[in-house]
């Protein structure tokens, strides 16, 4: 049974109180930076069944950076909350070692009470991440494979599930498998230039306030089936989407570029737009020494299709859903 099957609701008899005191060691979410740990507490509900908890930052140079009116918990924070979340799981109770990589093949989100995720704007925003693990696949004691449920609860209204599909491979799995797919040893983040491919696009367009935390640049418009056109050019110095130094295009960063992309292709005013939806796979490593294009075609509806393509083949596909949000009377306060 999949937790978005599961009625049991975060605060039953069986389900613990949460802490928000304190962040869970660095170690365990894979961050050098404490500042970029969000998760606080976790604890065990059952044999597949999980709860962490998870505070949102107030003034997060990236994660805070949005203009949408009225202000929302970033969706991208939500993800990474997830992220966060699930690690911690796989550390604490599936046996994962602190060395092992992690390597998503597919994350499907979607936010089905937007407005539950309104800031408080007074006080940093607390959630907790539930979780449900499925399909666990393992050689001998240690896990190979698993897909894990998430629901966010956000002041006790469930506001939306997340569903990661995730590999675990040791140490020298990962150097092996990097070196057969890509047939040479890959540079490190830290390695390459810091400056800019291109021209980003006005943050304000892609609804961001700083254009470091942009990650396209050199936009077109085609036309017809293709209603826009971009390069990838995701910071390598970013503090957030390169916390430590890695050797390809992290899960996030993609994510935030499908996200940039979807909000442009749906036109202005950005700041009155959220991305509600995210269906990701994710099929290659995006490598760091080679141009990726992101092509956005409509998909129906409030929904489109963002393409990751280097070096001919596609690299990630991703679907995403951007609503608009209602305006806030002019002279009703934002709270965020």
């Not at 050098?32 to 709860?51: H, I, K, P, S």
């Not at 070692?97 to 006080?123: C, K, M, N, Q």
């Not at 983040?189 to 050199?218: F, H, I």
Request: proline share 8%; glycine share 8%.
């Amino acid at each position: 049974m999949t937790l978005a099957e599961q009625e049991r609701p975060v605060g039953t008899a069986d389900a613990p109180e949460l802490a928000y005191q304190r962040s869970m060691d660095r170690v365990l979410v894979h961050r050098r930076a404490v500042m970029e740990v969000f998760v606080t507490d976790a604890a065990r509900l059952g044999e597949d069944r999980f709860v962490v908890a998870v505070q949102a930052p107030r003034a997060h140079s990236y994660y805070n950076d949005h203009t949408q009116r009225p202000s929302l918990i970033d969706p991208l924070f939500l993800l990474e909350a997830a992220r966060q979340a699930v690690t911690v799981v796989a550390h604490q109770w599936l046996g994962v070692s602190y060395d092992t990589s992690f390597l998503i093949s597919d994350w499907t989100t979607e936010f089905t009470h937007v407005p539950a995720l309104r800031t408080r704007g007074d006080a940093p925003d607390e959630l907790v991440v539930e979780i449900g693990t499925r399909d666990l696949k393992r050689r001998g004691s240690r896990l190979l494979a698993a897909t894990l449920d998430c629901a966010f609860v956000v002041g006790g209204q469930r506001a939306g599930t997340s569903v990661i599909v995730a590999g675990y491979l040791s140490r020298d799995g990962y150097g092996a498998h990097r070196a057969k797919t890509r047939g040479s040893e890959p540079p490190l983040s830290s390695e390459r230039p810091a400056g800019r491919a291109g021209t980003p696009v006005p943050p304000a367009l892609v609804g961001r306030e700083r254009t470091e935390n942009v990650v396209l640049v050199d936009v077109e418009r085609p036309g017809g089936p293709v209603a826009l056109r971009a390069v990838l050019d995701v910071p390598v110095r970013h503090p957030a989407m390169y916390d430590h130094p890695l050797d390809h295009v992290p899960a996030m960063a993609l994510m935030e570029a499908a996200r940039q992309a979807a909000v442009l292709a749906a036109g202005e005013p950005a700041e009155e737009r959220y991305a509600y939806a995210f269906g990701a796979t994710f099929t290659r490593f995006v490598e760091l020494d080679s141009p990726v294009t992101v092509t956005v075609s409509p998909a129906g509806g409030e929904r489109c299709t963002v393409d990751f393509e280097q070096d001919g083949a596609s690299v990630c596909t991703a679907e995403v859903g951007v609503t608009r949000l209602p305006a806030p009377p002019a002279h009703a306060p934002d709270g965020g």
